[in-house]
Every structure is written in structure tokens, then in C-alpha cells.
Antibody, heavy 126, light 109 residues
Framework: QVQLVESGGGVVQPGRSLRLSCAAS????????MHWVRQAPGKGLEWVAV????????YYADSVKGRFTISRDNSKNTLYLQMNSLRAEDTAVYYC???????????????????WGQGTLVTVSS | DIQLTQSPSFLSASVGDRVTITCRAS??????LAWYQQKPGKAPKLLIY???TLQSGVPSRFSGSGSGTEFTLTISSLQPEDFATYYC???????????FGQGTKLEIK
């Protein structure tokens, strides 16, 4: 069965860095795009970043662009999020999620996030 | 960027009720819309993708419809386990920015 397990969260001071990991199993990791999504305490979901199946394409939300870097190691079935220059507003539960790929009018497209990890809490506070 | 607005933000209903949640996009997104259910302390769960396709294992009382800028999630007969927060998400923009709606909290009346 598909499993996504995040790790690396914790308490960090503003301006410092943290790296999150997401260990994947139960599917061919190297065939799917992967995402990071976060949720601030008591708030809604915010998409953070996506990386293509082979790591060649990466896109970010404006709120993290230039500070966060998404990466993957397909040999280790692991997704990463390097978070630099952390701010109080980055405090959230961070989830990794897997692309759902669907054939739409003859083209394979991402049509949702079908598996999610349990989340890891990042708290940015002095 | 494409914005999604859900209505209502809060909904109070009883077991057995039929409920509908609406998601409006700031510009047309064809059918590239997904719906998720989230319970407290848990990760979101995919319910519907491509606006109207039921994800495997999701009960048939859930259904989705719409295209372009207006979409609906309907629960035909509420069950106790359906009380949760629901989010829509668009997957149409390029470069990718997979916006979520603000959420609809469904509570027991």
C-alpha cells in the first residue's frame, strides 16, 4: 500500500533553516510528480511546491519562492523541502502528497493529490 | 493567479440531509477541479477529481459537478462520519499553482 512519511519538523528560530523529508513506498516513486502542502494552525490548505517525476521541473507558491527548495532522490524514494530564511508565518503542518495522473482527452494530466502523508509540524518562533 | 471561493464557509446540517457546497473560480478552469475532505488532526482525503469523477473507495453519496467557473460537491444523505471540512482545489493553471478554496466546515446541527 502507498505510504508517505514526513519527518524533519520541529521548532526553529526566525531566519534559520530546516529540511523536511518525505519517505515514499508502495508505488513507483520515480514515475510521479510530488508536492508539499502546508496548513497553518486553524487555517486552510496552502499549496507550497511541486517537483516533476524526474526532478527537472519545480514550481513554487509566491509565498515561499526564493526561500524554499523542493528536491527528490529517486534512488532513495525520498522527497525533500529545504526551507531557508524561515518566518513566523511559515509555522504550519507540512504534508507531502502524490500526483494523481489521469488520461484527459488523450493527455496524461495531474488531476488531484491522491495520497498524503500524516504531516510534520514546523514551528518558527524565537 | 486563479482564486477559488467556497460557499458557504460554515454549514450546519443533520444526519440524512442532502447538502451542497459551491466552489467558484476567478477564471475558467475547465474541469480541473478536485474536492477533499479533512477531519481534525488528519491529512486531507481526495473525494472527487476532474470535477465529477469519484475517487476509488469513496462512497457514492458524494458527487461532483460543474465546469468552467462554477462547481458543486453534493452529499446526498449525510452520515455521521461526513462531518468534516471540505476543500476544493484547481489544477488548471500554468505555471502550476494548485490553489485551494478557503474550506467549508460541515457541522452537526
Amino acid at each position: 500500500q502507498v505510504q508517505l512519511v514526513e519527518s524533519g519538523g520541529g521548532v526553529v528560530q526566525p531566519g534559520r533553516s530546516l529540511r523536511l523529508s518525505c519517505a515514499a513506498s508502495g508505488f513507483t516513486f520515480s514515475s510521479y510528480g510530488m508536492h508539499w502542502v502546508r496548513q497553518a494552525p486553524g487555517k486552510g490548505l496552502e499549496w507550497v511546491a511541486v517537483i516533476s517525476y524526474d526532478g527537472s521541473n519545480k514550481y513554487y507558491a509566491d509565498s515561499v519562492k526564493g526561500r524554499f527548495t523542493i528536491s527528490r532522490d529517486n534512488s532513495k524514494n525520498t522527497l525533500y523541502l529545504q526551507m531557508n530564511s524561515l518566518r513566523a508565518e511559515d509555522t504550519a503542518v507540512y504534508y507531502c502528497a502524490k500526483d494523481l495522473i489521469t488520461m484527459v482527452r488523450g493527455v496524461l494530466l495531474n488531476t488531484g493529490f491522491d495520497y498524503w502523508g500524516q504531516g510534520t509540524l514546523v514551528t518558527v518562533s524565537s | 493567479d486563479i482564486q477559488l471561493t467556497q460557499s458557504p464557509s460554515f454549514l450546519s446540517a443533520s444526519v440524512g440531509d442532502r447538502v451542497t457546497i459551491t466552489c467558484r473560480a476567478s477564471q475558467g478552469i475547465s474541469s480541473y477541479l478536485a474536492w477533499y475532505q479533512q477531519k481534525p488532526g488528519k491529512a486531507p482525503k481526495l473525494l472527487i477529481y476532474a470535477a465529477s469523477t469519484l475517487q476509488s473507495g469513496v462512497p457514492s453519496r458524494f458527487s461532483g459537478s460543474g465546469s468552467g467557473t462554477e462547481f458543486t460537491l453534493t452529499i446526498s444523505s449525510l452520515q455521521p462520519e461526513d462531518f468534516a471540512t471540505y476543500y476544493c482545489q484547481q489544477l488548471n493553471s500554468y505555471p502550476p499553482v494548485y490553489t485551494f478554496g478557503q474550506g467549508t466546515k460541515l457541522e452537526i446541527k
